[in-house]
């Protein structure tokens, strides 16, 4: 298992467009990715839905776990894709 | 069988085709039992009309992409993923096979537990994500329940569509590549389903009162943009006839099209500049077919009717200088921000107002709230590099606004130089007459503006203090009444004396029964709907300058509106 805790730096935090991303990037992986906010609850990184109703606003921190095979690659991309966004 | 109704011609033209009509309906769910042996089938069909949802929302994208650009196919593209949740289509599955309920039933459920989930987050934009997937969720269980939603995007061939009333949303939508025309129940000559049509180019009959009991999905009917006529079910010869009005109609758009490069000017000479109103940047596309000397009135309202959030400078940035370099060089000018009234915006929570007309809208909400100001004067600026664009402000009652508002583009000036950003340092600045304030003031206010243009709809209106949506008063909406065309007179020769220009935007200067009234008053440019441009100058071209003169002093003397018609049409 792999986990890594990323801060979200963009002003709109986890809305639409970057889940819409983070989504597309987590189907790519075999292994399992969950995604959990601070108040520790905790979802799938692969439904858009759920990862909306955890909340995350700018500034917030988000812990990245992977589970199964390319989990390291997995939670380093995705890591990288939240630590850049943008919009 | 056979039936003739009667309404407003807002857009000229011959239409044939098929009705569908345009309404939405009332979805009921009742909740279906089902065997064991039924949740295979159920979970097939869920996921049957979750495919049709897709592609009917990629059809959506594409289209946006093409009409509107990324940034609004992106919105679809976060819906298909929405549909496409694997959560939610396990759930919906989980309940199918353990309530055993039938699949639309369960998707409801569903749908309900992720909205709520959504709505209780507090932050607002996702919040407001909900929306979206009530949307995308009505269209599913429509799908379910064979209910499409009609797209008015991806309507068959020849469709002419039937509604109570079609909201500037839902036109943004048309094509004359897709529907042949449209028939509503409400509306006059000057609300926003007409205008569209004319811009849009197709043929519509508004303000068809009892339409509704007449029209039926899948009826054929010929709709007479001009007179405002509509068939229902006509017979053979009715069809043949009406084809052959079509095939004429054409013939004189081609006839037409031969005047393209030839000035506006009457037979002695005196000239008027042709220019367009557009209201969005694909509406540019267009305009140079049909002979725009320019845009007389690019409207920006689109860019605050889309979203939940108010347009940021790149996006304003992006639109104006695609349309300043389409029109390459020729003036583009630029209405700042107009909306309140009879326009609905999420991205500005505008209080209820008991007289929208009368209330907090367009420049008034503009020198209040100076970021939004600020960041619309910015990207015109950071534009004008790429043409020749000219800024005109809405509304306005008041020197007081004009030297606020000018005040207010200094500051952005000098911000853009700061930062090393480079604008036309000439741009002009003018205003629109739409107020009897204006009015009574155009002369002094001339010295503060580059040049003006009058809102004739507007100025009617509150001139006359008659509300041009109103069915009941629609006769007394009247740009002849000698009150408006003496307003129009004293604007004009108000700012001939402080040596500026005026044009005309409004849907006056667009009808070519008015252009000899007009060039008689004095009228230095006619801004219109582009496609209307080569029957005005046909009119102009064929008139004495100095006759109309001579008449529109007559007019002006004259004290009733049905005297003026008559003298101005005949």
Redesign the interface.
């Known amino acids: 298992m792999t986990t890594n805790v990323i801060e979200v730096k963009n002003k709109?935090?986890l809305?639409?467009?970057p889940?819409?991303l983070l989504?597309?990037l987590a189907k790519t992986y075999d292994c399992n990715i969950m995604i959990s906010n601070e108040a520790g609850k905790e979802?799938?990184a692969?439904?858009?839905?759920?990862l909306?109703?955890?909340?995350?606003?700018e500034g917030a921190k988000i812990k990245i776990t992977a589970e199964g095979s390319g989990e390291k690659e997995a939670v380093e991309k995705i890591s990288e894709l939240l630590s850049n966004l943008k919009d | 069988m056979r039936i003739e109704i009667n309404g407003i011609g807002a857009s000229p033209g011959i239409a044939i085709g098929r009705i569908i009509v345009f309404k939405e309906h009332e979805l009921k769910i009742p909740i279906i039992k089902l065997s064991e042996t039924m949740v295979k089938k159920e979970t097939e069909k869920l996921s049957a009309s979750r495919e049709t949802s897709r592609l009917q929302l990629l059809e959506l994208r594409d289209r946006a992409l093409n009409k509107m650009g990324q940034d609004k196919a992106d919105i679809f593209n976060g819906h298909i993923t929405m549909l496409e949740d694997d959560e939610l289509f396990c759930d919906t599955v989980e309940i199918i096979r353990t309530e055993l309920i039938d699949a639309a039933s369960a998707l409801k459920k569903s749908l309900i537990n992720y909205e709520k989930m959504i709505s209780d987050v507090e932050d607002s934009y996702i919040k407001e994500r909900a929306s979206d997937l009530r949307d995308i969720g009505g269209r599913w269980l429509r799908n379910i329940a064979g209910v499409p939603k009609i797209d008015l995007g991806t309507l068959p061939n020849g469709t002419i569509i039937a509604a109570k009333d079609l909201a500037p949303s839902d036109t943004a939508q048309l094509d004359s590549s897709n529907i042949a025309g449209f028939i509503t129940e409400y509306g006059g000559k000057t609300s926003h389903s007409a205008i569209m049509a004319r811009t849009l180019e197709i043929p519509a009959i508004v303000g068809t009162k009892e339409l509704f009991s007449y029209v039926k999905d899948g009826n054929i009917i010929i709709i007479d943009g001009k007179s405002g006529t509509a068939i229902i079910n006509p017979d053979k010869q009715e069809i043949k006839k009406y084809e052959e009005e079509i095939l004429k109609y054409h013939i004189e758009k081609e006839e037409l099209a031969k005047l393209l490069d030839v000035e506006a000017a009457t037979t002695d000479g005196y000239k008027a500049a042709m220019l367009a109103n557009i209201g969005k940047p694909s509406d540019a596309d267009s305009v140079l077919k049909y002979g725009a000397e320019g845009i007389g009135l690019f409207r920006t309202e689109f860019l605050f009717m889309e979203d939940d959030k108010l347009p940021s400078e790149e996006e304003q940035y992006e639109a104006y200088k695609s349309v300043a370099e389409k029109l390459g060089g020729r003036p583009v000018t630029i209405r700042t921000m107009d909306i309140g009234g009879d326009k609905e915006l999420p991205c500005l929570n505008l209080p209820k107002e008991m007289n929208p007309f009368l209330g907090w809208r367009a420049l008034r909400i503009c020198l209040d709230r100076h970021g939004l100001f600020k960041t619309q004067l910015r990207a015109i600026l950071r534009a004008s590099v790429f043409g020749k664009i000219k800024i005109m402000y809405p509304m306005v009652i008041s020197i007081s606004e004009i030297i606020e508002a000018n005040r207010i583009l200094d500051i952005c000036k000098e911000e853009l130089r700061a930062e090393g950003i480079s604008f036309d340092n000439n741009i002009e600045t003018g205003i629109m007459i739409e107020t009897p304030a204006a009015v009574i003031m155009a002369e002094k206010m001339a010295r503060y503006a580059d040049f003006f243009s009058i809102g004739t709809n507007d100025l009617t209106q509150y001139i006359l203090a008659v509300d041009r949506g109103n069915e009941n008063i629609v006769k007394l909406y009247n740009p002849y009444n000698p009150a408006v065309l003496n307003s129009v007179k004293a604007i004009i020769d108000g700012a001939h004396k402080a040596g500026i220009k005026v044009s005309m935007c409004g849907e006056l200067a667009g009808d070519e029964k008015a252009a000899g009234l007009l060039m008689g008053l004095g009228l230095d440019a006619f801004s219109m709907s582009a496609s209307s441009i080569p029957r005005v100058k046909k009119k102009i071209l064929g008139l004495s300058g100095r006759e109309e003169s001579i008449k529109a002093e007559k007019i002006l003397e004259m004290e009733t509106t049905e005297e003026i018609e008559e003298l101005a049409n005949n």
Request: hydrophobic share 30%; no cysteine; aromatic share 0%.
């Open positions: 709109t935090g809305h639409t467009r889940g819409n989504v597309q979802v799938k692969t439904s858009l839905l759920k909306l109703s955890l909340g995350i606003k």
